[in-house]
């Protein structure tokens, strides 16, 4: 008899899945076909095809060398050599072009709701991080914040939803009370790199705990492009960590040859 009750409740449960289902069609992110019960926010499909970046291997990398330009000509210290930036370590999931059907994976977190892909990919690049040396001492995750009138307007942040994906795969804590926006932006897809460089400088503060709280900070954004948002995140959060703190950046994805 309990067999029968669990076999009748299973094929119930089973039942109520199916109907949502059909009232709620769950689609893949990246080419929108139906995904079958077993598959999560993306089919079996694309997720084999995903074009991963492998840069979690790598210290190296196009992102890492993407950043560390910027941050060689952007910082300077009122101290000597001996607190020179180290090279910064930066990971993407995947890589993409503006034309390509992985670009819905960003913009569904961003523009639709989409918060449980935004944990789920991140999730999925944090499963690969914490199996890497370089990454595996990080102690803090902080995503990129939003004005707090644009987070009000939207209702979630999705640099958050990709930031506790990851840092519940690592094992970490999020922080979201360490850095602050405190200049509300104007949207950067329409300018060219010098223009996101100025449109974000100084837009960004932190403070609320010490420099020696943490080792290694991981900061979470949605994508990577000119590094622009990543950088006036950076340099706000050196003015509390001295560079023994290292500071490295962690993205969903990252547009090659921006
Ligand atoms: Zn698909």
């Keep these: 008899m309990p067999c029968m009750i669990s076999y009748g ?56 060398d993407r950043f560390n330009e910027k941050l060689a000509t952007g910082i300077s210290y009122a101290c000597n050599a001996s607190c020179r930036e180290p090279y910064a370590y930066a990971v993407a999931l995947f890589t993409y072009h503006a034309e390509a059907s992985y670009r819905h994976i960003p ?3 961003k523009y639709k709701g989409d918060v ?24 803090i995750v902080i995503p990129v914040p939003l004005h707090w009138t644009r987070r009000f307007r939207r209702g979630y942040n999705q640099a958050e939803a990709i930031a506790s994906g990851l840092a519940s795969a690592m094992g970490i804590p999020v922080r979201t009370d360490i850095l602050i926006r405190k200049k509300r932006t104007r949207t950067q897809t329409k300018l060219d790199i010098e223009g996101k460089t100025r449109n974000v400088a100084g837009a960004f503060k932190a403070g609320n705990c010490s420099p020696e709280e943490y080792r290694h900070i991981i900061i ?10 990543l950088f006036a ?26």
């Design 9 to 64: 409740l299973l094929a119930g449960m089973k039942r109520i899945v199916s109907a949502i289902d059909l009232l709620l069609p769950r689609t893949c992110i990246v080419c929108g076909a139906k995904l079958l019960s077993a598959e999560r926010h993306i089919c079996l499909y694309c997720a084999a095809e995903m074009p991963l970046t492998r840069f979690w291997k790598q210290s190296h990398n196009p992102m890492s």
């Design 107 to 109: 913009y569904s977190i």
């Design 116 to 139: 449980r892909s935004g944990e789920y990919f991140g999730r999925m690049l944090g499963s690969r991080l914490i199996k890497e040396e370089i990454w595996r001492d990080a102690d």
């Design 220 to 229: 979470v954004d949605d994508v990577f492009t000119t590094g622009s948002t």
């Design 233 to 258: 995140c950076f340099t706000a959060l050196r003015t509390v960590f001295p560079p023994g703190v290292r500071i490295s950046v962690a993205t969903l994805g990252f547009v090659g040859g921006a």
